[in-house]
Structures are given as structure tokens and as C-alpha cells.
């Protein structure tokens, strides 16, 4: 069934996420910035949401964040910290999922993955592939990450 307006999105994604038991919670709250916004867990426990932006038309998103542990980043030299953001950057560079820095990218606070999914191709397979595109690159990145700057620290 061809989906065509956020509404048909959001009942078509909720439905997906609720027969694949990975649905955990509804992070719309009345957003003026998404029409709806999902969270859930992968098959391979890693957190994801599905998402789609009011200000971009016909498109969900499945998106997956890496924080970086309030220290990690701060125990290097500004030099090395930019020699580690450009490599692990040209790591990413293959990776199929986009990703930004945020919210400074010179010290940013998390990484974040997106892989879009235009509305002529939103199909059950096409999620999955996306859901499990951006986990396998969460996984990567967090490797590289802790391979750099070791564990994060537990609170």
C-alpha cells in the first residue's frame, strides 16, 4: 500500500514497529518540528527512532544518536581531539547512513545517524534495511570511538 501523507507514514511505521516488538515509546509530544516520532530498539539493542521532520516532505527518517561521555573528548589536547574528529569523519565517510556532529562540531556532544526513506519507497523491508544500517554503523562508530577514548565512564 502506497503511503502518501504523514498520516498514512505514522499509522504505516507504528504498525511495523508494533509487529516487529520494537516499538517503546511515542516522542511526538505535539512537536511543531515532527509529524511523529517513534522510539524503539533494534534486534541487536540498539536505541533508534523513526521519525519524520515537518520541514521535509514525503520522507522518514530512522535515526540513532551516540553521546559522547562528558570527559571522553575533554581528556585530549585540542589538536588530538581534531586529528581524532577528522579520522573517525573519514571513517564514517563509506558508512551508508549520513551522520552530523553536533551541536559544535570543533567539540560536539553526540554523533548522529540518519538514513532517510522517501515515501515512494517506504515498504516493511526498507525499514528494516535502514533500521539495520544505522545500528551496524552505531555499533562501528562506538568501536572507533571507544578504541580512541576508551569506556565512558558509569555514573
Known sequence: MPVNTPEEAK???????DDRRVFRTDASDNSKDVYFSYEGVS??????????PRNIKRVVGVTSKIVFDKGQLETLSEEKRNNFLNDLGK???FVNPTWTQGPKPENPEWVLFIKEISYDELTEGRLI???????????????LII??????KAE
Open 11 to 17: 499509522a504505516f511505521v507504528r504498525r511495523w514497529m
Open 43 to 52: 534486534d541487536c539493542g540498539i536505541n533508534v527512532a523513526i521519525q519524520q
Open 91 to 93: 571513517k564514517l565517510l
Open 129 to 143: 534495511d535502514a533500521v539495520d544500517q544505522v545500528s551496524r554503523t552505531v555499533i562501528f562508530a562506538s568501536s
Open 147 to 152: 578504541d580512541e577514548l576508551g569506556e565512558p
